[in-house]
């Protein structure tokens, strides 16, 4: 199968430069053709602009939304967008290895996101269930700082963690049809006699993504002017 790695942490020696050359090497060990999108190393443009288009809809006001439309007809993305779009295409599971910083993914990403992620290319005028990138997976693999998992839950100090997750798990892969696995989650505090369990857990995790099952988000037939309906509510996930 082929596997794309988005990677996104400016340090290769850190953890997360770990996890994701483990992934590589294991996954390539086992016949999959790996690629890497390494943000930092590429100097990955994340501001989106006038620039992201060789050519525009309209030369005079930049409507982003509408000339991504236009550039996703007429292949007219600037080079380092298409490159990108072009690995998406090519795959068939994405792997997104970042840290959490401040609650949210580095800036970076988010940046990768609005340019990659097109209107036209990912999605549009189908989204959801229905989104361009339907039959590709995707999970994410995150790091975080907080002492343990125990910080994180309804009561815990730093809420849910799968709320952190929502906006790129549910508003992004699976806006875009993905279907998406449940994250991968490594405390970066965790000591180093313990980190080799985590490890071991990913490593599991890896050899089973084309079988294991994704999150059971709601396909839009569950709503009705965007609420979800009562039919579905009870011991349904969000």
Same mark, same amino acid.
């Given at each position: 199968?082929?596997?794309?790695?988005?990677?996104?942490? #400016?340090?290769?020696?850190?953890?997360?430069?770990?996890?994701?050359?483990?992934?590589?090497?294991?996954?390539?060990?086992?016949?999959?053709?790996? =690629? /890497?999108?390494?943000?930092?190393?590429?100097?990955?443009?994340?501001?989106?602009?006038?620039?992201?288009?060789?050519?525009?809809?309209?030369?005079?006001?930049?409507?982003?939304?509408?000339?991504?439309?236009?550039?996703?007809?007429? &292949?007219?993305?600037?080079?380092?967008?298409?490159?990108?779009?072009?690995?998406?295409?090519?795959?068939?599971?994405? /792997?997104?290895?970042?840290?959490?910083?401040?609650?949210?993914?580095?800036?970076?990403?988010?940046?990768?996101?609005?340019?990659?992620?097109?209107?036209?290319?990912?999605?549009?005028?189908?989204?959801?269930?229905?989104?361009?990138?339907?039959?590709?997976?995707?999970?994410?693999?995150?790091?975080?700082?907080? #002492?343990?998992?125990?910080?994180?839950?309804?009561?815990?100090?730093?809420? &849910? *963690?799968?709320? =952190? *997750?929502?906006?790129?798990?549910?508003?992004?892969?699976?806006?875009?049809?993905?279907?998406?696995?449940?994250?991968?989650?490594?405390?970066?505090?965790?000591?180093?006699?313990?980190?080799?369990?985590?490890?071991?857990?990913? &490593?599991?995790?890896? *050899?089973?993504?084309?079988?294991?099952?994704?999150?059971?988000?709601?396909?839009?037939?569950?709503?009705?002017?965007?609420? *979800?309906?009562?039919?579905?509510?009870?011991?349904? #996930?969000?």
């Amino acid at each position: 199968m082929n596997i794309l790695i988005v990677y996104a942490h #400016p340090e290769p020696t850190s953890l997360n430069g770990s996890l994701k050359e483990f992934a590589c090497s294991l996954l390539e060990s086992q016949g999959h053709n790996i =690629r /890497i999108s390494d943000l930092y190393e590429m100097n990955f443009k994340a501001i989106a602009d006038g620039n992201d288009f060789r050519e525009r809809k309209n030369p005079n006001q930049l409507n982003y939304l509408s000339e991504q439309m236009n550039a996703s007809k007429n &292949k007219s993305f600037s080079q380092d967008i298409l490159l990108e779009q072009e690995k998406l295409e090519w795959a068939d599971f994405v /792997i997104f290895q970042f840290p959490i910083w401040w609650t949210e993914a580095p800036a970076i990403l988010k940046g990768w996101f609005d340019r990659v992620f097109a209107y036209g290319f990912a999605y549009g005028p189908g989204a959801y269930d229905k989104g361009n990138l339907r039959g590709k997976r995707a999970m994410l693999s995150v790091t975080h700082g907080a #002492p343990n998992l125990n910080n994180y839950g309804e009561y815990g100090l730093k809420g &849910k *963690l799968e709320e =952190r *997750l929502f906006n790129i798990q549910h508003e992004k892969l699976y806006f875009s049809g993905m279907d998406v696995l449940e994250p991968f989650i490594f405390p970066s505090s965790a000591p180093l006699e313990v980190r080799e369990t985590y490890f071991e857990q990913y &490593k599991n995790r890896l *050899l089973h993504i084309f079988e294991e099952p994704t999150i059971p988000f709601h396909p839009l037939s569950h709503y009705q002017h965007g609420q *979800l309906v009562d039919e579905f509510r009870r011991d349904q #996930p969000v």
